[in-house]
């Protein structure tokens, strides 16, 4: 049997379909504008990830209660490995405050770009009756959250975010 959404959730949705495809939009363009290849490799790796969530959407959208895990989870790890190796392949020439300004933007914009879908999630997920679409956006969200900790990390491993 299909599933049945509400009005709401239809349009919880299509939020989240529009949040999707902005993020997958934003990623694709920045890993093209970012100078340092380690920062192209995270914003490549986040836009297919980013992709899949509007993939599950969109099945959601159309009826299907999509599983868990698979390829998304497969892709988290190889951006946690991308975001790992980032911060483990600082050269000594990184110093606080002596990287590129460019790149630091496009990381601010996109880690406000994620807290934002993170929150609109949040959201979401208090407002869907049937608990296993709950699950999957719950863990959307959580890969939302990990992009945001990932870009942190090299954010914070560049010296472009300092934590007091």
Do not use: W
Not at 16 to 38: L, M, P, R, S
Not at 48 to 60: D, V
Request: charged share 20%; aromatic share 8%; glycine share 6%.
């Amino acid at each position: 049997m299909p599933l049945q959404l509400s009005q709401k959730e239809k349009f919880l949705l299509m939020d989240q379909k529009t949040h999707e495809e902005t993020c997958v939009d934003k990623y694709a363009k920045y890993a093209n504008q970012a100078q340092d290849a380690q920062l192209k490799q995270l914003f490549n790796s986040y836009s297919a990830q980013e992709q899949e969530h509007l993939n599950t959407i969109n099945q959601i959208l159309n009826g299907q209660v999509p599983s868990v895990g698979g390829q998304q989870n497969q892709g988290q790890q190889q951006a946690q490995q991308s975001a790992g190796g980032t911060q483990a392949s600082m050269t000594s020439s990184t110093v606080q405050g002596n990287y590129n300004q460019e790149d630091a933007k496009l990381c601010k914009d996109m880690l406000m770009t994620e807290k934002y879908v993170s929150g609109a999630y949040d959201t979401a997920v208090f407002e869907f009756r049937d608990s296993n679409i709950r699950q999957v956006l719950n863990h959307i969200q959580k890969e939302e959250q990990q992009h945001g900790e990932g870009i942190f990390q090299y954010m914070q491993s560049q010296g472009m975010y300092q934590v007091q």
